[in-house]
């Protein structure tokens, strides 16, 4: 499936015949808790009002001399105004690269740097670190605020031509959970797919034209959200409801009163909503399916038993988009064996043992993926920006090597391991990060667990966990009562190799803006914790049973 000669060629070029179309129909629902957040008036903006004012920033950015070849940074959060510009923009073929506002000193400086930006357009708070940012960059942009005209720049003019769908639209930075992010070039034809793709997707996610209202707590700076979520509603002409961030007790209610149809997730959100009291009101909403990845395995069906509808698991990357989305839209999903369903037959697939051979059913190996067709990259990222190395590696024997584990069922379904660098190597034995972590949060006490490897003299590495719990732990004593209960809870669950050798109660593990672990950061927690007083040594309950 690829788009049509007469598809839009541009995500402008989408949005305005959409806006054509339903041009009364709402696009954005900003609804009051959202509202409040950023300090603007709660509303649902017509595709028509949308439309007014990305043609007003159009052309004041056309006067300031943007076009072809240029970037334009967005730190704009999830308001309405990411998206005036980035339209704005878009149709004068300029891309954009969305910034988190999570980022630091040391990160800003790296992206500054290396994407080439032109400008950034942020909210007035952020000003201050992203230009303290460029200074020692070494970069001179201006930085303004969304509602101000435009700042001219000094760039080189743009490139002449027209914006096409193989055009730059975006730059997306990949999470960096375990290593510095890399930039992901990606043309309009990347956005445009993504929207087609999941209207046709059909099944347990089929849309229907002009009247869907997908939920996303989801950034904008995530793939996710800007190109699955907001080009699948631009695409049919629904309504986007982006939330600030995602908030476990407030959420029904979001859901709720914004008449949400779709939800997406990620991560940890539906264990958290699982932590919640029951409620007769757990079904009492309009969501016909939730969209996204990650759902504890243990979670999975009893989430959809109590609240009434399916948590559609798929797999994605941003380097892929599209072009290689996989879903479980179809039965059977086989729920709670981490099943994100199987490949369409716009998609090739191989699953490569560690030899380089294909990997037996059931057997687990990296995930290799490409677009069937004469396109093998069609709906991909084009590259890696500046870094042709690293993008030649990805594609290396002519497919994209996505660093992820599944195995294969004997239905052809695909199954999550874990991602090839999470994985523990503990006497020979591999060991799932992932695996661990959605076992430990199925116990009562743990509101949170993360795993990481540590160096064992004679294992090589062993297993630690850092657990953050529903209730403070009371002393020492509490707490080494504890690690033992959970260790137990894991031999009678796991083999007694993956249960934690190490625990740690920490008041937090570091996350990404999407509740990823950041791996990176994670090891640098358990290399400063282990071997101190907050290390509890739980090898001795590390035991064979005999058969």
């Known amino acids: 499936m690829q788009l049509q000669a007469d598809a839009p060629t541009t995500v402008f070029d989408a949005f305005a015949r959409t806006a054509e179309r339903y041009s009364h129909r709402p696009f954005l629902a900003m609804i009051p808790e959202t509202a409040a957040t950023y300090g603007i008036t709660p509303a649902e903006i017509t595709y028509d009002s949308a439309m007014q004012d990305v043609g007003r920033l159009r052309e004041a950015y056309r006067t300031k001399g943007y076009g072809h070849a240029h970037r334009v940074g967005l730190l704009l959060e999830s308001r309405p105004e990411f998206f005036w510009h980035w339209l704005a923009l878009n149709a004068l073929g300029v891309s954009v690269v969305p910034i988190s506002r999570d980022l630091r000193s040391t990160e800003l400086e790296y992206l500054i740097a290396h994407s080439e930006l032109v400008a950034i357009v942020a909210i007035e708070s952020m000003h201050p670190g992203l230009l303290a940012a460029a200074d020692a960059a070494g970069v001179s942009l201006p930085v303004v ?4 005209d435009p700042a001219g720049i000094t760039m080189p003019a743009p490139v002449r031509g027209a914006s096409g769908r193989g055009s730059e639209c975006a730059l997306l930075y990949t999470s960096g959970t375990t290593g510095k992010a890399k930039g992901c070039v990606l043309p309009n034809e990347y956005f ?18 002009g009247t869907e209202r997908m939920l996303t707590p989801l950034p904008f700076f995530h793939m996710n959200a800007i190109a699955f979520s907001a080009m699948a509603m631009i ?9 600030d961030r995602f908030h476990p007790r407030t959420w029904w209610a979001a859901v709720k009163d914004s008449r949400a149809t779709i939800v997406h997730y990620l991560g940890v959100m539906p264990s958290m909503l699982m932590g919640a009291a029951e409620s007769a009101d757990d079904k009492t909403h309009s969501v016909r399916f939730g969209f996204g ?14 609240f009434g509808f399916p948590l559609i698991e798929a797999w994605s990357m941003t380097e892929t988009g599209a072009g290689a989305v996989i879903v479980a839209n179809r039965e059977p999903r086989h729920v709670g064996t981490s099943c994100f369903g199987r490949p369409g037959c716009e998609l090739d697939v191989k699953v490569i043992a560690d030899d380089g051979s294909e990997a037996a059913t059931d057997q687990p190996g990296q995930l290799l993926v490409r677009h069937a067709g004469a396109d093998r990259r069609y709906g991909f990222f084009r590259e890696y920006l500046n870094q042709p190395e690293a993008t030649a590696a990805a594609w290396s024997t002519g497919w994209f090597h996505t660093g992820d584990v599944v195995q294969r069922g004997v239905d052809g379904s695909l199954h999550f391991i874990d991602r090839r660098k999470n994985v523990i190597r503990r006497s020979g034995e591999n060991i799932s990060a992932v695996e661990v972590e959605s076992v430990l949060m199925q116990h009562p006490a743990v509101r949170y667990a993360a795993i990481a490897p540590t160096p064992d003299t004679v294992r090589g590495d062993e297993v630690f966990a850092c657990v953050v719990t529903n209730d403070p732990v009371a002393d020492d004593a509490a707490a ?10 894991c031999l009678s669950r796991l083999a007694y190799y993956k249960a934690p050798g190490y625990i740690a109660f920490v008041a937090a593990v570091p996350l990404t803006s999407t509740q990823k672990i950041q791996r ?12 101190t007083d907050a290390c509890i040594d739980t090898r001795a309950m590390k035991k064979r049973v005999p058969a």
């Open 145 to 148: 605020a969304p509602t101000a």
């Open 192 to 209: 445009l797919y993504a929207g087609q793709w999941y209207a046709a997707a059909g099944g347990l996610i089929s849309l229907n034209d």
């Open 235 to 243: 695409v049919t002409g629904g309504c986007l409801i982006p939330l």
């Open 293 to 306: 990845a990650g759902v504890d395995r243990g979670l999975h069906q009893p989430f959809e038993t109590r």
């Open 480 to 489: 080494k009562k504890l690690a033992a209960e959970l260790v137990s809870w």
């Open 520 to 531: 990176s950061n994670l090891g640098d927690m358990v290399a400063a914790t282990c071997g």
